[in-house]
Every structure is written in structure tokens, then in C-alpha cells.
């Protein structure tokens, strides 16, 4: 990890999926405490959202094999399905409906996840606190940023320590058929989102050094989708794809901005309610 990579300059910054987000937070981590925020709008930190706020304890499991069906008897949880056999078979999968449907009738769910669950695993490793990011969620997390930020600060102060803390929020992305990361708009948008949030919470008293570069674009990007947020993410790769498959539904609920308080927390492992004050 090169510093010229580190965005150091800024306080909120931005970089995508599990290898560059890793290296930024170990990077970051050295140097004073993290908060990780991990944006995968479609679909795993919706997903999440909708289930943590319906009373859901949410494990992410990076692989969907037999581990993960040991992982799952082993915490006493309902491992999620493939989209499609879940819709065929019933059952909750990475799907945001599926887990709406469920409500009440779960309270433990591993959630396996090539992308934002493997991601979250990989910053609570390399010593963040990670949140999970939505559109759905994004004022609640920006808000919940911000006093974890004034909390580090005046547990620093008490401690007399040095370092300042550094928040992270990584867009998620997807993958090429050769595992190779793919840059996804919604998640670009999502990052954007819960940057904004921050900002609106904070710029008055953060001063000049606010924003990254990379963090820039991100609320950039955010800008100027922000009033057409439905027909966006209809109209980009991975909500054709979902929509083709007949997930309309699913990318309708990743569009619904604001509707949520709940701010998803992963604690011993699992995403758990973080409490509002």
C-alpha cells in the first residue's frame, strides 16, 4: 500500500470493492481508528437493511457451498438461497422482497455474498467498524457516521492519543465471469449517497479536508442522480440484469431512498440494529 494511495488527505473517503477497500482501512487503521461503511445497492446492504430493521441478526458468509450450509447449523440460522431457487421454492435469498416477506417468521439469517459480504468480513478483519450502506438507509448511516466520529474524537481526547479517524466507504461492486472486479454505477451512486449524508451532517464543523478525491466523485456521481433515482437503476447494468430476470421488484425496493432508520452494525460477526442514540 502506496501513501500516495491512501486518500489521507481527506477525513470520508472512497475506494471500491474487497482488494483496494482491505488496503485502505489496514492502511488507515495504523494510523488512528475506522469506520468502514460497505454500499452493495443490489443487492446485499439492502438486503440487509430491510432485514436488520425487521429484527433479523444477519451473518454475511463469503461463499455459498457446503461451509456455508455447516456455518449456518452451527449459529442456528436459516442459510439464504439462490434468488431463483427461492423464488420457485420459497425461501429468503440475497433478494430485499424475499427478506420483507419473511419478517416475523426469521430471526437468524447467513447471507452469503461474493461481494458485499465477503468485503464486509475482509474490513471487520482489518480492524474497522463496518456498517452496512443503502440507498434505503443512507441518512441514518450518515447521521450514525457522524456520532461515531464526535464518540472517537472524545474517547481520544480523554486517552490523550494521536491519530485521526478515517471514514471509509467502500462501493461494493460486482464481478466480470473471470472474477475480476466490475465497476457498478448503483454502487458509485450508493457511496455518493451516504457521502452526502455525511457531509450535510458535519461540513460545518469538518473544515477544508473533508473529502477525498475519490470521495468527491462519488457525491459527484450521487448529484446528479439523486431526483431520478427509480429510472437510474432500472436503466443500469445490474438493474437490467435483475429486471431481465424478473427481479423488477428488487430494484424498485433498492430505489426507495430515505425509507429506513436502521443502520445495520457487524458485531461479533453478524449485522446487528445499532442503537439510535
Request: hydrophobic share 45%; with cysteine; glycine share 10%.
Amino acid at each position: 500500500m502506496r501513501d500516495s494511495w491512501s486518500q489521507d488527505d481527506g477525513t470520508i473517503r472512497v475506494e471500491w470493492g474487497p482488494v483496494g477497500a482491505e488496503s485502505l482501512v489496514s492502511y488507515a487503521a495504523e494510523r488512528g481508528p475506522v469506520v468502514a461503511v460497505v454500499v452493495d445497492v443490489l443487492s446485499f446492504t439492502t438486503t440487509v437493511s430491510v432485514a436488520v430493521e425487521s429484527g433479523m441478526t444477519v451473518w454475511p458468509y463469503r461463499w455459498k457451498d457446503d461451509s456455508a450450509v455447516a456455518f449456518a447449523r452451527r449459529h442456528d440460522a436459516e442459510l439464504a438461497l439462490g434468488r431463483r431457487a427461492a423464488s420457485t421454492r420459497g425461501g429468503i435469498s440475497l433478494s430485499p422482497v424475499s427478506v420483507r416477506d419473511a419478517a416475523g417468521s426469521c430471526e437468524r439469517l447467513v447471507l452469503p455474498s461474493p461481494n458485499g459480504s465477503t468485503i464486509s468480513a475482509l474490513l471487520d478483519g482489518a480492524g474497522a467498524v463496518v456498517a452496512a450502506g443503502s440507498l434505503r438507509n443512507r441518512s441514518a448511516v450518515g447521521a450514525w457516521v457522524v456520532r461515531r466520529l464526535d464518540a472517537l474524537a472524545a474517547e481520544a481526547g480523554r486517552q490523550g492519543r494521536v491519530g485521526d479517524p478515517a471514514v471509509i466507504i467502500v462501493p461494493a461492486g460486482e464481478r466480470w465471469p473471470n472474477g475480476t472486479l466490475r465497476p457498478a454505477a448503483e454502487d458509485l451512486w450508493g457511496a455518493g449517497a451516504v457521502v452526502d449524508a455525511v457531509v450535510t451532517k458535519l461540513e460545518h464543523r469538518a473544515g477544508p479536508m473533508l473529502l477525498s478525491a475519490e470521495a468527491a466523485v462519488a457525491l459527484a456521481a450521487w448529484s446528479w442522480v439523486a431526483d431520478r433515482v427509480g429510472p437510474s437503476l432500472e436503466a443500469c447494468a445490474s438493474g437490467r440484469e435483475l429486471v431481465d430476470e424478473g427481479f423488477a421488484e428488487d430494484v424498485r425496493m433498492a430505489a426507495e431512498v430515505d425509507v429506513s432508520r436502521s443502520v445495520p452494525v457487524l458485531v461479533d460477526g453478524a449485522f446487528r440494529l445499532a442503537p439510535t442514540r
